[in-house]
């Protein structure tokens, strides 16, 4: 009974795919201006915290843990906090040495979850080798977790339960939402399997729609490094929705790519520019020749990193709403 229904939509999704399939003929995709919509949210987010402090509350407050010298993790984290001052949040950054031991940052997440001061906590990935990522996210309050990343806030997020979602999972459900493409019944694929980035897009694409629940009620395919490449091609040309969180530059070009599908690129790889003899950022796709194939494609940067920032703000007022309750 279940599998003859299960059977039947399926055979619908497919006849609705054959019947409806996009005669794109325009030959660009449109760019999405992730900047652009995330100083919108900004704007909005601004406004928020105005109304918390009007109500006599301080306003919210975010905390990044930044440890070791990590150039790019520096400047992402200065991205976070400029950020936070435009909407009004105040924040600090503690910096710590590489040689940090796992205990030490223990005991500083440990004193911001005791500071009720504090609502949101960042600590910021990737931690030096010594230290076990997941151990110290799990040992940040969950109602703090502005990240996402505690085994309990990951739970309910699985489970469609959560305050706190990641931020990038939701900066990319934002970025799709605001395309208006139908995202029910499509297919989706993400190239990544990473517990912060890939996994958790996949969890929001596949899953329903009912309620508040974020989901996307896509059919939604994980490739991840032992996915042989012409398997990753062949799911790739059947794609709507494309979403890769990989950091090759390049892995996804033009020939893979369905006609009129939507790429969200949440790739960022630092390479050599040649012309100008510095590192700039680039993202997982080939942008100049996937957006003639494209119907909608975020650029790097200004796709989806600004969005990201954005929804660590959106988190930090959530989780002070939750911490003042
Ligand atoms: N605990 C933790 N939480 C994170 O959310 C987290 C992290 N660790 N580690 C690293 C990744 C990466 N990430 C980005 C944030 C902003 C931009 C961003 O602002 N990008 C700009 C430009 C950045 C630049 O100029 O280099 C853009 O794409 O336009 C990118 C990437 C957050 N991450
Ligand atoms: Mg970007």
Same mark, same amino acid.
């Given at each position: 009974m279940h599998r003859s229904n299960i059977l039947c939509r399926i055979t619908g999704v497919l006849k609705t795919s054959c019947s409806h399939r996009h005669q794109h003929t325009n030959t660009q995709a449109t760019i999405i201006d992730g900047k652009k919509i995330a100083n919108e949210i900004l704007k909005n987010l601004k406004a928020e915290v105005e109304d918390i402090v009007k109500a006599g509350k301080r306003a919210p407050c975010l905390t990044a843990i930044l440890v070791g010298d990590n150039a790019a993790s520096a400047t992402y984290v200065r991205n976070k906090m400029v950020a936070a001052k435009k909407v009004g949040i105040s924040s600090d950054t503690i910096r710590l040495p590489t040689e940090t031991s796992q205990d030490k940052l223990l005991e500083e997440v440990n004193k911001l979850n005791n500071?009720?001061?504090?609502?949101g906590i960042i600590v910021q990935l990737? /931690?030096? $080798?010594?230290?076990d990522e997941q151990k110290v996210f799990n040992s940040v309050l969950r109602t703090k977790d502005v990240d996402g990343f505690s085994a309990s806030n990951f739970g309910l997020f699985s489970l469609n339960m959560c305050a706190l979602a990641p931020a990038t999972p939701l900066a990319v459900h934002e970025l799709i939402l605001r395309?208006?493409?139908?995202? $029910?019944?499509k297919n989706a694929v993400v190239c990544g399997r990473s517990k912060n980035v890939g996994l958790p897009i996949a969890m929001l694409l596949h899953s329903d729609t009912h309620g508040?629940? /974020?989901?996307?009620?896509a059919t939604t395919t994980i490739c991840h490094r032992f996915t042989p490449p012409d398997q990753l091609t062949h799911y790739l040309q059947n794609a709507d929705i494309v979403v890769s969180a990989v950091?090759?530059?390049?892995?996804?070009?033009a020939h893979m790519v369905k006609k009129g599908a939507c790429i969200i690129d949440v790739g960022i790889s630092h390479v050599k520019d040649p012309s100008a003899n510095q590192f700039k950022l680039v993202g997982d796709v080939d942008f100049e020749n996937v957006s003639k194939v494209a119907s909608f494609i975020t650029p790097v940067p200004g796709g989806v990193g600004p969005m990201t920032v954005v929804m660590l703000m959106k988190n930090t007022i959530i989780a002070s709403r939750l911490n003042s309750s």
């Open positions: 500071d009720e001061k504090v609502d990737p /931690l030096p $080798k010594h230290i395309t208006g493409i139908e995202t $029910k019944g508040d629940i /974020l989901g996307m009620d950091g090759i530059p390049n892995l996804i070009q």
